[in-house]
């Protein structure tokens, strides 16, 4: 397995009597896409399940074509959220040894906890690959947490599309979207943002960095937290092809 996701045992305190883990890669290579690519997991659990335990599942991108890609969406992979890795081995160490210590400061401690990062291809053709990336994770409190990155790239040089460069009149496009939240959120067009429980800076829409693209058109996601509280949950705006050919910038094809 590729020294990315490799990681050596870790010593557990005595009270972890349980340890498992599982690897394996799984190939994909569709004939239309534009560049080979396969995912290669990471299953790991650490306790006893029937009382109290850590769960890690990993699923990690690995590109052929392209060492540029790989390296951001890498990057993408170990900052996820506030935490900043320097390699899925030390995510690993460092989970398992703070749920040792909490295990260890609470023996009784009897809630299980699991952490989850994926990366997946929702995008793979006409010179283009959109990679997305999710985290999951639950260390006791109210609720889990959730994470989502959205990138776009160029298969030639790697380069990671803003989605402005694919929008002639971007303002434009922007107002547009605004609409379109609007009625999604069943807000008129004076209603006030803030005074309806969104947390748009100066009161002004904007269009998150976090997009995608697939067959229906592009799909603008806003974290939780993000633009909202925690009861609104994440909030994924779409622009249907049909309407985002008419704003699309003069070059850029899709199939």
Not at 83 to 94: K, Q, T
Request: charged fraction near 25%; include cysteine.
């Amino acid at each position: 397995m590729n020294d990315f996701l490799r990681f050596t045992t870790i010593l557990v305190l005595s009270i972890l009597v349980a340890c498992q883990q599982e690897t394996g890669t799984s190939g994909e290579t569709p004939s239309s896409d534009t560049l080979s690519f396969d995912y290669q997991f990471v299953d790991k659990t650490v306790g006893d399940c029937e009382s109290s335990c850590l769960h890690i599942h990993l699923k990690s991108l690995r590109f052929a074509d392209s060492d540029l890609i790989q390296k951001q969406v890498d990057s993408l992979m170990l900052t996820i959220g506030t935490n900043n890795y320097g390699s899925l081995d030390a995510f690993i160490e460092e989970s398992v040894e703070e749920y040792a210590r909490l295990i260890e400061e609470i023996p009784m401690y009897d809630m299980p906890w699991e952490l989850e990062r994926m990366a997946v291809v929702n995008y793979n053709k006409a010179g283009f690959v959109g990679v997305s990336i999710s985290d999951y994770s639950f260390t006791g409190g109210a609720h889990p947490n959730n994470h989502h990155i959205h990138r776009l790239f160029t298969t030639d040089d790697g380069r990671m599309i803003p989605w402005q460069e694919l929008i002639s009149d971007a303002k434009a496009f922007t107002t547009y979207a605004e609409s379109v939240f609007r009625k999604n959120k069943s807000l008129s067009a004076d209603d006030s943002f803030e005074a309806e429980g969104y947390w748009f800076d100066n009161d002004t829409f904007y269009l998150p960095e976090n997009y995608m693209i697939d067959e229906n058109g592009i799909h603008f996601f806003y974290n939780t937290y993000e633009v909202a509280p925690y009861s609104e949950g994440a909030i994924l705006l779409s622009i249907d092809w049909e309407t985002f050919e008419r704003f699309k910038a003069k070059g850029i094809a899709f199939s």
